[in-house]
């Protein structure tokens, strides 16, 4: 005999699927009165019918009494209006495999999702049955609060305003900012580019910005505004800031790209303009991704595990699944930096 399906509780119930998966789920409103729902549950008593996830967790309840849906959620808030996923940059592939590996070793799945910038992030939560949630990137907003009365185990990563409740993985973006530019200082450059995504209150690009600036502080070099080119985070930003940067005429003899990726397009925009690096430009980027080391020449940058802050956020969120009540924990990843070829002393 077949296995029942949606479909099939919902023909029976005279009801939609969706109000079907709506009264399985646990997720029923007032809209859906209390004879709809007696009438679903007879359809799904009488059909036998299991939903493919809670025939696995069945028996298995959280904190609570709701039963484990076994899913992580994994929220990649979109900075720039109706933009799709930026899975461009490798470093979100980097993160994203970890944390599904170690989510898998345990027997979890992921649900990946993005959000609009005027999206509040609890609307996602909500509409899921989820055991934890993992955002990436998220810049300070009232929706923590509400996370908070939710009450499921949530890990912030590269977040700057974690509180006293969430879980929150990690690097010092500031300290990283101030390593690259201190780098390129010891190697005697003093004229020293800043291209980066957009600079927000408490994010990670304001991080590293204030680290080159106090690299500059430290070497009696004055923060210049000129110096500094804006974009979106990604290889295109890249191309065009090495074209402004050659056609600027500020004597520039080394740039600081706050991501590989925008580097990466910073050298093909300067090899595109006849620029030779590192011979007349100096180059160096952050997170170390794949493409740093096998591009020509290979990139200088600075080095983050990327799927070390993945693997431990996953970690920490399953242990909280599990322990609701576990203490707070904030794991800082250590940097260093990634000498290569597209650098030189002057």
Known sequence: MARATIRDVARDAGVSSATVSYVVNGKVSETISTETINKVMQSVRKLGYIPNQAAKTLGSPRAGGKLRSNMI???????EPGKEFMFSNPFYGDFLSAVEYKARENGYHLLISGTEVDQSYTE???????????ILGMFPSTDLKEYRRMQIPTVLVDCYDTGHYFHSVGINDRHGGYM????????????IAFVSGAVSEAGVNQMRQQGYKDALKEAEIAFDEALVYYGEVGYPHGITAAEAIVRSGQGITAVFATADIIALGLLKGFQKAGVDVPGEMSLIGFDDIFLSRICHPALTTVHQDIAEKGRV???????AAHDPIMTKRDVTIPLSIAQRDSTRRI
Do not use: W
Request: proline content about 3%; hydrophobic content about 45%; overall charge positive.
């Open 73 to 79: 959620g994994v929220l990649i808030p979109q900075t």
């Open 313 to 319: 956020a996953a970690e920490i969120v399953i242990c």
């Open 180 to 191: 690259a530019t201190q780098y390129m200082l010891e190697l005697g450059h003093k004229r």
């Open 124 to 134: 996602i939560a909500k509409s899921r049955s989820l055991d934890g949630i993992i």
